[in-house]
C-alpha cells in the first residue's frame, strides 16, 4: 500500500502490521499520536517516541506501519539537514492511500 503526501508530493511504503503493543505496563516506550487526514477522514498515527521508527495507524480495520523519515530518492546527510526528509510526526497532513508500490506510483507520475 502507498500513501501520499498532497502537500510535498511523496509517496510513502506502508506496510501491513499488527496493532503495536501499547501496554500500560512498563515497557521503556512513550507513545503518542498525531493526527492525520487519510482519503477524508481523521486518522490517529501512532508512535514511540523512545525507540521508534516507525509510525502506526489504523484504516479499513487493518494496522499498517509506516516509516517517519522518508524521501522518494536516497538523500544524503546534506540533504536531509536541508530539509529534503519530510517528517510524517507532524499534525494534519493530508494523505491518501492506494493500493500499489512506490516503484509503480512514481512512474506513473512522470
Known sequence: MVLFDVKHRLYYEAINSARPKMAPVRQDRAWGYVWKTVNGEPVKFW????????????YGQKWYRVAYLQANERKSGHDVLDGAMIDLTVDGHRLLFMKGRIRRQAALAV
Do not use: L, P, Q, V
Not at 47 to 58: A, C, L, N, P
Open 47 to 58: 508512535i514511540d517516541f523512545r525507540r521508534g521508527r516507525y509510525m502506526y495507524f489504523e
